[in-house]
T-cell receptor, first 115, second 114 residues
Framework: DGGITQSPKYLFRKEGQNVTLSCEQN?????MYWYRQDPGQGLRLIYY???????QKGDIAEGYSVSREKKESFPLTVTSAQKNPTAFYLC??????????????FGPGTRLTVT | QKEVEQNSGPLSVPEGAIASLNCTYS??????FFWYRQYSGKSPELIMS????GDKEDGRFTAQLNKASQYVSLLIRDSQPSDSATYLC??????????????FGAGTRLFVKA
């Protein structure tokens, strides 16, 4: 089955620790995205990547870092510099350019709690 | 004006009625539009995409795009309690630092009363 996987589903960390959230897709999509969602709020873009070895900051990149070494993988690190890291983190991907399809497809999300 | 705007709701409709969800957009987004459904605690699920002016139907869902008035809507016919969710309107726009990104509205909460 093709899809996007995120692990773990729930993650608990102590304040001051860095934590890495996993995102893998086997849809052969070029572009991948990370969003943050707080309770009752919309999606906010953290980072996105159009191709391997390239990524751009989104609207709230401070305190986060990413890498894109493989097409299938786009891990997100939440660093200790992120002031309010507790949130629901969503990874998404979209088809290659030229397909005429621009929809994004989401993984199941990781709920991070930092205490 | 925000790039994609939605009324946060909640919108409440009785079971069996038509639910109408609306979204307006600015000139800063492209002409590709998407509707996502998000149940509480879950990730967004794509319902429909629409790229051309007019209506697009898929089962109980109809997306409508009016480029002249810069709005896009989603109609849900024969609404069911299982349709109760937050509906996100989205469009494609250029990223400030390069590439394209999807711009989401804040979402409209829909409640369908049994």
């Amino acid at each position: 089955d093709g899809g996007i996987t995120q692990s773990p589903k729930y993650l608990f960390r102590k304040e001051g620790q860095n934590v890495t959230l996993s995102c893998e897709q086997n849809l052969n999509h070029d572009a991948m995205y990370w969003y943050r969602q707080d309770p009752g709020q919309g999606l906010r873009l953290i980072y996105y990547s159009q191709i391997v070895n390239d990524f751009q900051k989104g609207d709230i990149a401070e305190g986060y870092s990413v890498s894109r070494e493989k097409k299938e993988s786009f891990p997100l690190t939440v660093t200790s510099a992120q002031k309010n890291p507790t949130a629901f983190y969503l990874c998404a991907s979209s088809p290659p350019p030229g397909t005429g399809s621009y929809e994004q497809y989401f993984g199941p999300g990781t709920r991070l709690t930092v205490t | 004006q925000k790039e994609v705007e939605q009324n946060s709701g909640p919108l409440s409709v009785p079971e069996g009625a038509i639910a109408s969800l609306n979204c307006t957009y600015s000139d800063r987004v492209s002409q590709s539009f998407f509707w996502y459904r998000q149940y509480s605690g879950k990730s967004p699920e794509l319902i429909m995409s629409i790229y051309s002016n007019g209506d697009k139907e898929d089962g109980r869902f109809t997306a409508q795009l009016n480029k002249a008035s810069q709005y896009v809507s989603l109609l849900i016919r024969d609404s069911q309690p299982s349709d109760s969710a937050t509906y996100l309107c989205a469009s494609r726009g250029e990223g400030v630092t390069g590439g394209f990104k999807t711009i989401f509205g804040a979402g409209t909460r829909l409640f369908v009363k049994a």
